[in-house]
């Protein structure tokens, strides 16, 4: 296959501290870049089996298959930038000679093999070049479902500005207009299962490699002092890395793994997939992803994974290791304490509350052995700690996406066994973020002449930078969707009406209209809202030190003016009270730009003073 890609971007991995002398010498001062969430797809691959190229740029003259921009502005996540985000991400992690880079966890738009390939090609010239280690760990869009299915994309950019529907099988697509594009087939847009991913990605983790110290499974039957190579390479099949489901009769894959790619340092890799199997009218048995507070899902149907761990988390301690966790599912509530508030508000099955952890999970792999967690899956920034009676202790580190707001990644340095500081880099800069605009601006030429109802800002296309588009994706993925999907009607309709005067004056204070303060609206908060959601102490600059401070003052003002707190259950008054207290959880919280780790106890310090809440 001729597949055209220019290498650069960005990754991460795990780590933990050293205990013995010479493990420190080993492990002190490494740093290891974390990225979660890449979403790769690769714009400049020619699919195997098609004669389609995709349509051309105008600009470069490069062929390109991306998704349209109408899709990204209705996703959280953008399909096609991203690209060159984990490009520059890659770049900087060269920069700064880090040689360990872990993905937790959807690393790929949906386990096609054109993008699983495309990554794979990518990590492997980043190897060769630079001598960076990869390691990565799966998440529910690789795969989407434990065993390769057809599917495919209705919302790709084609000709005229026009959607363009690729499929992997006839059939699968009914055209609903008569002057769509000609559907395309090809095979590379199915979405592949559990050992297709694993056959292209198993250098990156998911098999022995001889470079490593040790490498083994939740199946393994070896012991450390008894490892080789070869025996990890005959317990490593696919086979071989499966568990049953409890009163189903069926096995289903689990590619979690362990490894120490050097002396002291064991990264722990959990596949948080929960799949359940189902049939369907053939008979023929298939597995869907169980949705929602996946980590409970692992406590009630992977009872295997924890015994692993805690295991693991035994060894280590005997054997002086490192150890650091990672998988794609947070295992700490990620809204700051907001959660019951916001299901008040929003309701149970809104704001992605169904992901928030149960409290048992950070209690269980604390005290399985567990002491720092990196995770993804949200899309956001955030720091969580749960402490306990005992002294164990859990810190969750949740890492942005490339391909969201606010496009970022970690970078974990182990100064001592006793201490680590975390920085996170947010990625403003991004050559080529741009190159794709004048295809967009044919898509927007075609959604003005069909009077599109959704039709997206045209002012995205006068993003100056990386950060400028990201935050552009926020704002319209806001306005085109979350108001629409997520927010009680009235309470809406009265932000969306409001400005800072007049809310500040609902909450009880006094202000003149002709004040040069509060100049801003109901959706500039609402907006504000979502980007201390997925920035936290990112988003403080983005707001503003002004902006922040003035909205600290309504919160307290309304908090001062209803101490009883005693409203009418689904009043405006009870939902404004509701939208406050969740806005003051937001406005404090743990550090989570750059701050340092006790490992004796989990004390956290903010290292970065200026950007504090």
Sequence with gaps: MLRRFWVTGLMVIAIGCCVSCKQQSDSANIQIAFMADVHLSDIYADFEDSGYNGIVNPVNQKHVNIR????????????????????????????????????????????????????SLILKAYTAAYGIQFFAITGNHDPVEPYTIEAGKVDFLGKD?????????????????????????????????????VDMMGANGFLPQESYKYWETPFSAYKYEEYNYDQAVAQSSFSKRVYSVDSLNKTLPDVSYLVEPVDGLWLLALDGNVFLPSKNDDGFTKAKLKSGGEYSNIIAYKRHLIAWVEKVARESKRL????????????????????????????????????????????????????????????????????????????????????????????????????????????????????????????????????????????ILNSQSYGDLINWHLKELVRLRFLKEDWPEDFKDFMLTSNGKSLFKYAGG???????????????????????????????????????????????????????????AGSLKSQFNEFMMIFNHLLYSEPSDVFSIDM?????KDLAESTQK
């Design 600 to 604: 004796k106890n989990g004390a956290l």
């Design 68 to 119: 349209t921009m109408k899709s990204q502005l209705h996703s959280t996540r953008i399909f096609n930038e991203n690209y060159f985000a984990f490009r520059a991400a890659l770049d900087d992690v060269v920069k700064r000679n880090i040689k360990y880079v872990v993905l937790p966890g959807d690393f790929s738009d949906d386990g096609q093999p054109y993008n699983v390939k495309g990554l």
């Design 510 to 568: 006094e202000v003149s209209d002709t004040v040069n303060q509060y100049n801003w609206t109901g959706f500039d908060m609402i907006f504000d809202f979502y980007r201390l959601i997925d920035g936290d102490q990112l988003a403080l600059n983005d707001i503003g030190k002004e902006r922040i401070n003035e909205y600290k003052t309504i919160i307290n003002t309304h908090l001062r003016n209803n101490q009883t707190g005693v409203f009418e």
């Design 161 to 197: 500005g026009k959607p363009q529907v690729i499929m992997s099988k006839e059939g699968l697509y009914e055209p609903k207009m008569p002057d769509e594009n000609p559907v395309v087939i090809t095979k590379d847009i199915c979405k592949m299962g559990y050992e297709q991913i």
């Design 320 to 459: 002086n290791k490192t150890l650091i966790a990672y998988s794609h599912y947070p295992m700490i509530d990620f809204y700051d304490g907001a959660a019951e508030e916001m299901k008040n508000l929003f309701g149970v099955n809104k704001m992605q509350l169904h992901r928030v952890p149960d409290e048992e999970v950070a209690e269980l792999f604390a005290k399985a052995g567990i002491k720092i967690h990196f995770a993804g899956h949200m899309h956001l920034n955030d720091t969580g700690i749960r402490n306990y009676e005992d002294g164990s202790f859990l810190v969750n580190i949740q890492i942005p996406s490339l391909a969201g707001y606010p496009a970022a990644y970690k970078i974990l340095t182990i100064k001592s066994s006793d201490m680590m500081d975390v920085e996170t880099v947010k990625l403003d800069s991004v050559a080529g973020f741009n190159d794709l605009f004048p295809l967009y601006q044919q898509e927007y030429s075609y959604l003005e002449s069909v009077q599109d109802k959704d039709i997206w800002n045209k002012d």
